[in-house]
């Protein structure tokens, strides 16, 4: 067996069965036995989110609706071709793109900011973290709540119901974007004092302007809602950042391509103020368009006042040149040809003449390499060729029909100009008059009740599934990282034979200890005149754990048939692999059996054994051990101890304590008188369970060995790697040692381990 394990070190590691294949019963296995990690991770998520929920303020949202009608459809002055031809040649936005631009534009955000008073920031001053959330969820903060009082030393806080309204701040400008604290004093009085230090900057009363000494700062408070002695923060914010916070929470877009419906939207803190917000945005951005209207009209109605009388003029002398030609030649007759010649040089002639006032008009406005005046310049240019081309046609006619058609045609192109300038001219009047434009508002602000964000009822579903998302990847990133041996197959691999399969019971994982469990042993030990120990064979013997420790107790009983004086060795790898559990447990099982049994706890540094067999007195271990018999010439027999049978059981229990410390137990284990104590036992027990120190961390389990008849490695389940196991067979080889087999406990105790059918198969 030593060759075999020895040659097993220098085999290549095999595959892990299960390595490649994942079935769906193993992850189940998986998530079931990681159950508790999983829903730890998943709580702890939702904890945080729900944390968030109630602890961030919450954002109001408020919206209004305003229309955006395009020239074609307002009626307006911009509804005549002037106004018309020079956007449809030059490209610009639509009417809606250039009222979201203005009402984003400081002519309509800074008279907001000064009827608000949006440049000075107020509010209460909160616990830090939590006192937010207590004010609001708690206490409550509506409109119509009082203040809290608070505990003695927190009263600096708000804690609800706290509000403060300032009209107006002056401040020097070393100050501004600088908060302040305002606190309040009794009888509606105030004090205005620095961030940093506490120095009073001025007192004032709510409803009177209040100065300091020197005059820089100046304060009036409207109203003020507070307990004696609450702070508030008090902040004078300089133009630039009044205008960047109000366009951070504003939002303006068009609801639909081309629909010309424009929502403004805007999302703060308070639920109120967004939609007196909203409401005085709406309303800055039809006074700033209504003057830029008039201001259009005034400049456009002098254009055309102007050109009027230079068109009556041109009109008349056209309607003169035309009667007096007739009055010299007759009344001519113009055929169908002719007239359709007519018409078309009446519409070219209208179209030059006016993108020529059209081009002069905003020559007012822009210089002549703008693209409104290139575009309106590239449009005449085509008229005029286009002329031309008509005019070849006309140059084929008779000469006296030649000058019909020309005159005709000056008369009614200017006919129809001055027309359309008397009308445009109306318009514009009527524009100046009642300054309608062509916005308009649809639908205004309402209060907001509930709040934009956070969502809570999706933060928490969205958090609840990230929890349970990431508990799963939690329990199989602990799988990945803790991967170790936990089956049969697998032990075989390194060339080790399973003996019992241990599974992991809740007594196991959670012993009788503790100052419940003491008292109930203090009021038991009356019935008992020795006290013993309560190991898991005796206290619970229907058990999981003990019915393998049974299978594992037929299984040496087999090997040893015929034998008497058989030592078993119990070791494991590292500590915490179970080894002195399996040890007393079995010891326990040995005797009840009818044999002859002595423990003897040869672990001279932990004496995890001599604990579970009840040789604590008074908090240390009574009595003398190996280490004093080696050191001593006492007898043996002045080492040995029992332990009685419990009630309902047959067998009693041998063992010897491991006594007091030793500097170097691998040296006492090392002594003959030791060894000659280990053959005195064989001569007189049938079995000799010997709990050694784990053999990876000292030398003792292989000085243990060679004594040994059996030699058993306790594993704890999916905690040893193949490497590590590889190792420990080496150390017991080298010393000469056989190890029999394995004994895998606590199967099916860690998340996914081999064994989860195991436990139910047992209970």
Same mark, same amino acid.
Request: charged share 20%; aromatic share 4%.
């Given at each position: 067996? !030593? ?129 937010? %959330? ?98 508030? =923060? ?15 929470? +504003? ?102 003449l006016e993108l020529l006032t059209q081009i002069d008009k905003e020559k007012t406005r822009y210089t002549a390499e703008h693209p409104v005046v290139q575009a309106l310049a590239a449009q005449l240019t085509t008229v005029e060729r286009e002329q031309r081309n008509l005019k070849g046609r006309v140059d084929l006619l008779p000469q006296t029909k030649q000058d019909v058609l020309t005159l005709t045609r000056d008369v009614e192109a200017r006919e129809n100009l001055y027309k359309s300038i008397v009308s445009s001219i109306q318009s514009y009047q009527l524009a100046m008059v009642g300054s309608v434009g062509n916005v308009r508002t649809i639908d205004n602000a309402s209060l907001p009740y509930v709040p934009a964000a956070p969502k809570t009822l999706l933060i928490l579903v969205i958090s609840l599934a990230l929890g349970l998302l990431f508990g799963v990847v939690a329990v199989f990133l602990r799988r990945s990282l803790t991967r170790g041996l936990e089956s049969p197959a697998e032990l075989a691999t390194v060339g080790l034979t399973t003996l019992a399969l241990v599974p992991l019971s809740k007594a196991q994982r959670r012993p009788s200890t503790g100052l419940l469990a003491k008292l109930k042993k203090a009021k038991s030990a009356s019935k008992r005149t020795t006290e013993v120990a309560d190991l898991l064979a005796d206290r ?13 107790? !037929? =299984? ?37 059996? %009818? ?19 009840? %040789? ?32 309902? !059981? ?26 000659? +104590? ?46 590590? +196991? ?11 040692? !056989? ?18 059918? +195991? ?5």
């Amino acid at each position: 067996m !030593t060759h075999d394990n020895a040659s097993a070190l220098h085999q290549p590691r095999r595959p892990l069965p299960g390595d490649e294949d994942i079935r769906p019963r193993d992850i189940y296995e998986l998530l079931v036995a990681g159950r508790w990690t999983l829903l730890g991770v998943a709580a702890t998520v939702f904890l945080l989110a729900l944390a968030y929920c109630l602890l961030v303020p919450p954002t109001y949202r408020a919206s209004a609706l305003i229309q955006v009608v395009e020239p074609t459809k307002s009626g307006g002055p911009v509804d005549n071709r002037f106004g018309r031809l020079g956007a449809l040649l030059s490209g610009t936005p639509s009417q809606a793109s250039a009222e979201i631009s203005l009402m984003q534009s400081r002519r309509v955000i800074d008279p907001v900011i000064a009827q608000l008073h949006l440049d000075i920031a107020t509010g209460p001053r909160h616990f830090p973290i939590i006192g937010s %959330g207590i004010a609001r969820n708690i206490n409550g903060n509506g409109e119509a709540a009082k203040p809290v009082e608070a505990w003695f030393g927190f009263r600096r806080w708000a804690w609800g119901g706290d509000r403060v309204s300032v009209e107006k701040l002056e401040v020097p400008a070393e100050d501004n974007d600088n908060t302040l604290i305002l606190v309040a004093l009794e009888g509606g009085a105030y004090r205005l004092q620095s961030f940093w230090f506490g120095r009073e900057l001025l007192t004032g009363k709510v409803g009177s302007e209040a100065a300091s000494r020197d005059g820089r700062y100046k304060m009036l408070v409207k109203s003020l809602q507070a307990l004696p002695g609450t702070e508030f =923060s008090v902040t004078k914010l300089t133009p630039d950042v009044a205008v960047a916070n109000l366009i951070e929470g +504003l939002t303006v877009e068009e609801t639909a391509v081309s629909s010309g419906v424009i929502e403004v939207a805007y999302k703060g803190s308070g639920r109120a103020m967004v939609a007196r917000i909203v409401d005085a945005l709406v309303e800055s951005h039809h006074a700033e368009h209504s003057a830029a209207l008039r201001e259009d009209s005034e400049r456009s109605l002098e254009f055309l006042n102007k050109q009027l009388p230079t068109i009556a003029a041109q009109l008349q002398e056209a309607q003169a040149a035309l009667s007096k030609y007739q009055q010299i030649n007759g009344g001519l007759s113009v055929d169908f040809d002719g007239q359709l010649l007519l018409r078309n040089g009446v519409d070219l002639e209208s179209k030059r003449l006016e993108l020529l006032t059209q081009i002069d008009k905003e020559k007012t406005r822009y210089t002549a390499e703008h693209p409104v005046v290139q575009a309106l310049a590239a449009q005449l240019t085509t008229v005029e060729r286009e002329q031309r081309n008509l005019k070849g046609r006309v140059d084929l006619l008779p000469q006296t029909k030649q000058d019909v058609l020309t005159l005709t045609r000056d008369v009614e192109a200017r006919e129809n100009l001055y027309k359309s300038i008397v009308s445009s001219i109306q318009s514009y009047q009527l524009a100046m008059v009642g300054s309608v434009g062509n916005v308009r508002t649809i639908d205004n602000a309402s209060l907001p009740y509930v709040p934009a964000a956070p969502k809570t009822l999706l933060i928490l579903v969205i958090s609840l599934a990230l929890g349970l998302l990431f508990g799963v990847v939690a329990v199989f990133l602990r799988r990945s990282l803790t991967r170790g041996l936990e089956s049969p197959a697998e032990l075989a691999t390194v060339g080790l034979t399973t003996l019992a399969l241990v599974p992991l019971s809740k007594a196991q994982r959670r012993p009788s200890t503790g100052l419940l469990a003491k008292l109930k042993k203090a009021k038991s030990a009356s019935k008992r005149t020795t006290e013993v120990a309560d190991l898991l064979a005796d206290r619970l013997p229907e058990d999981a754990a003990v019915e393998a420790l049974r299978a594992l107790r !037929t =299984s040496l009983l087999n090997r040893a048939a015929g034998k008497s004086g058989v030592v078993v060795l119990v070791s494991g790898p590292v500590a915490g692999s179970g080894a002195s559990f399996v040890a007393a447990n079995l010891a326990l099982l040995l005797a009840q059996a %009818g044999r002859k049994v002595v423990a003897v706890d040869a672990d001279l540094r932990g004496q995890a054994l001599s604990r579970s067999l009840g %040789g604590q007195a008074n908090g240390s271990l009574a009595g003398a051990g190996i280490v004093e018999y080696v050191q001593s010439a006492m007898a043996p027999e002045a080492l040995l101890r029992s332990r009685p049978a419990m009630a309902g !059981t047959v067998g009693s229990l041998d063992w010897i304590s491991g006594g007091g410390p030793s500097r170097v137990p691998a040296d006492t284990l090392l002594q003959p008188r030791f060894t000659d +104590l280990i053959r005195l036992l064989a001569s007189n027990y049938d079995f000799i369970v010997l709990d050694a120190a784990p053999v990876l961390a000292a030398a003792d389990a292989a000085i243990l060995g060679r004594l040994a008849t059996m030699t058993l490695l306790v594993l704890k389940s999916g905690e040893h790697r193949a490497d590590e +196991l590889e190792v420990a067979l080496a150390r017991f080889a080298d010393a000469g040692v !056989t190890v029999q087999g394995a004994v895998l406990n606590q199967v099916g105790g860690r998340a996914g381990a081999y064994g989860q059918t +195991l436990k139910a198969a047992y209970a």
